[in-house]
């Protein structure tokens, strides 16, 4: 059934020219020369002040890379990239050394400001009366590593985290400082030859976040991290790594932006997750970078490689995701369940508009016993825009009691766009039991029924069904993430395609 | 592939197996034109293997390794084997046409009696003159490879408002052994047209054989039309078949297949629904054990609007068999109203049988409904209890269970006859279980 007008006006309101955060932040920047070479990994392993062995590892991924071919598989098209016509590092210039956020650039502070991004954490911490009507005096912490560009500007809350005994801190400082627990980890999920952008990311990556939870702790706030791109022809490589010790419990949130330009700017990013035993990690994102305009100019290539890795018995890993961002997505976040009782969790709600192309979808790999994962994937494509789901769930023969459910709605809105499922369903062995289901049929003729008998349409009833189904995605985000996502999509499902 | 490299007359080198095929390949010279052409095509792109995506899980490089040279025409004694094959193929009442190791058998078909409703032809016939038949917009080697070593085929015309009498029943028929049959037929329906065809595939005697079949069928607007393809062919056989349908409006087509046999099987269809109001359901059930591949692969393009499309699948994987289910459906930026499901489902008997499945949507229209949906998993313990609680012993609860899980499909089948001989053979499947 077509979507209906009010569901249309939703989207045009989240339309890729109604971009908010498309400005530009003019601020002196300390760049990379041009082009990619190994003077380049040198160049930005120095800037890090870099123990040598983590230039050598960045080193082997570099001539890794040059060995690989870009993959063509994804249902997306683009112009090839030119490797050599971008700044792989870029960092806004120190005026002086900084020692408190007051130090900041203002500049760079007003650009997170003016993004919603809260890095002063000191109206909270002195307990200042929020404005009546502006915050929830209950709101909870939020500690955000603000980072710009290529590298990290801003850690909040880090003492208070640190009472707890968890990290948090940008990746090139742990290199430094918490060197042990990054050379265990780091590349143990995704490894250096990974795949193309995975590889590339190895060798260049500039920032990112470190998360570290030591054993049973619950990590007392949410963590967040705020990606900003700002420089022209750059490319943004940040590298993520969350490890959650023994029954530990942390929830990760990601938010990214970047502005409008006419060029396509590069994105590849690459998270690891790792839980031991008994330990959770729930990894939120809202993806906003600039989708290009109407027309298709300009916009972020996002190219991201995000997996983790339950490790312990009992562990659990959930990725929610809201992306209405970048103009090619290009990303599938997975779960390898080794551990026996594992679980692994996808909640998506991909929006793509304009010109946009979203290829993205997860991979559940069962490898422990009784392993279980769940995937819900709500694709909404409008516009002249593609957006395909794809996604793999496999059982390997010592994965006895593995179970999946997979439901991937898509709906389409208006007659230029596509919206594609590809879904690859392996079964090694039969105690597995594998549903997956991408259908409209979904929602219950009882439950529309009974909405009808009570006076409403058919479509404010499908309308209403489906919308109590997308709530419980969205349900999955942080409450604060909640709001933002639930801003870029009030839109309802109704007349879904599988 | 394990192919010797040769050169022929005007030097440009072509491999041993089409080499030493040339000569007893039908066709005017403007036709071996084409077949070089089509063998040029399948030597570029060698046997499909896992990194093409059409063939990640049917990789025919490992699973077959080589295609084996083509076979004799049948002698006399291959005929008699065969004649005997063909008796207890036969399905009553159905007029037959009979291939054997690639070549038409006019002595064991029924071409007097279809002659009379139908124009009938053979492929070797057709060549004379025409190399049209040979000609697939096809990019797949293995089709590409058909159309090169194609030696015969059932060319079958049904004119417009014709009401076939009876069943058509094609049956392949393998009598030698580590040889290769390849065969192409066309079937055209006409306007209004009522037919059944039935295709079968067994051996004969034989074993180690490959067969490479492709089936080009167009039905026109107002037809009505059954296909069931039953495929019982040597339990080390290979059978790759291709199948190209192209329907036009307000038609009702419905197609069935049986996978019970060859140790490797491919059937990949491509079904396109060209005109509007149609119906299309098209099911199968795989019957597999040992270590036998069944791999079932469509293609369903919806290009024009307000057609109905429906796929009911069924795999029973015993022992170490492997069962693929890759299925596609294709609605166009025109195709409004569309209405398509597909349902697929694997049942693991064994803990080392493998299911993979990959239903596909691929949908540029707003105003659709289509949806899939697949699972895969073990027979359901409750029900296996309850049954055997009331007595059932529990080879007897499973086959019970299995027929049921299979009987979703096999009803689809709108003739009485046919579905009860499909049931027959399921029966019999189960029943050979140990």
Known sequence: MPAVQETVDRVKRIDVDQYRYGFETLIESDKAPKGLSEDTVKFISAKKNEPAWMLQWRLEAYRRWLTMTEPTWARVDYPKIDFQDLYYYSAPKPKKTINSLDEIDPEILKTYEKLGIPLREVAMLEGVEPKPGEQDPNRRKIAVDAVFDSV?????????????????????????????????????????????????????????????????????????????INERNTGQFERTLIIADKGSYVSYLEGCTAPQRDENQLHAAVVELVTHDDAEIKYSTVQNWYPGNSEGKGGIYNFVTKRGDCRGNNSKISWTQVETGSAITWKYPSCILRGDNSRGEFYSIAISNGHQQVDSGTKMIHLGKNTSSRIISKGIA???SQNTYRGLVTAH??????????????????????????????????????????????????VLFY???????????????????????????????????????????????G | M????????????????????????????????????????????????????????????????????????????????????????????????????????????????????????????????????????????????????????????????????????IIHIATAASASAFTRSQIVVGKGARATIIESFVAA????????????????????????RLMDDAPDAVNITSQFVTVGANVKFNVFNMTTGAAVSRLQGFFTLAGEGSELSVNGVNLLQKTEHGDTTLVVDHAVPNCVSREVFRAVLDDRAHSVFQGRIIVRPDAQKTDGKMMIRALLLSDEAEAYNKPELEIFADDVSCGHGATAGALDDSLLFYLKARGLPEKQAQALLIQAFVGEAIEQIADDGLREHVIGIAERWLERRP
Not at chain 1, 194 to 204: E, K, R
Not at chain 2, 25 to 48: D, K, Q
Not at chain 2, 120 to 145: H, Y
């Open chain 2, 205 to 228: 005697g034989a074993n180690a054989y490959q067969v490479n079949d492709a089936v080009i069928i167009s039905v026109g607007d107002n037809a009505d039309v059954a296909h069931i």
């Open chain 1, 397 to 446: 023969r010592k994965a006895t009691g593995a179970r999946n459910f997979t439901a991937c709605d898509s709906l389409l809105i208006g007659d230029k766009c596509g919206a594609h499922t590809v879904p690859y369903i392996e079964a090694k062995n039969s105690s597995a039991t594998f549903e997956h289901e991408a259908t409209t049929s979904k929602i219950s003729e009882d």
């Open chain 1, 451 to 497: 909405c009808i008998q009570r006076g409403l349409s058919q479509e404010e009833a499908v309308g209403l069904v489906v919308n109590g189904f997308v709530k419980d995605v969205l349900q999955q985000l942080p409450m604060e993430f909640a709001v933002e996502a639930q801003k870029l999509i009030s839109i309802s499902l109704e007349g879904s395609v």
């Open chain 2, 2 to 169: 394990n192919v010797a490299v040769a050169k022929t007359g005007n030097g440009r080198a072509v491999s041993d197996l089409f080499a030493s095929a040339e000569g007893r390949l039908p066709g005017s010279p403007a036709v071996i034109a084409v077949r070089r052409e089509a063998f040029e095509t399948y030597e570029r792109l060698g046997l499909p293997h896992r990194r093409i995506e059409e063939w990640k899980y049917t990789d025919l490089r490992a699973l077959v390794g080589e295609v084996l040279p083509l076979a004799a025409a049948p002698d006399a004694a291959a005929l008699k084997r065969a004649a005997d094959a063909v008796k207890t193929q036969a399905i009553d009442g159905a007029r037959k046409l009979v291939l054997v190791d690639g070549a038409f058998a006019a002595d064991l078909s029924d071409v007097k009696a279809l002659a009379s409703e139908i124009s009938v032809k053979t492929l070797r016939e057709t060549l004379a003159t025409d190399a049209g038949l040979l000609k697939t917009p096809s990019t797949d080697a293995v089709i590409a490879l058909n159309a090169a070593m194609a030696t015969d085929g059932v060319v079958l015309s049904i004119a417009d408002g014709t009401q076939l009498s009876a069943p058509i029943q």
């Open chain 1, 152 to 228: 990290s500007v801003a850690t909040t809350f880090q003492a208070e985290l640190k009472k707890a005994g968890v990290i948090f801190m940008p990746i090139s400082e742990a290199i430094r400082e918490h060197p042990e627990l990054v050379q265990k980890y780091l590349g143990s999920v995704v490894p250096t030859s990974d795949n193309f952008y995975a590889t590339l990311n190895s060798a260049v990556f500039s920032d990112g976040s470190f998360v570290y939870v030591p054993p049973g702790v619950r990590c007392p706030m949410e963590l967040s991290t705020y990606f900003r």
């Open chain 1, 382 to 384: 409008a516009g002249k």
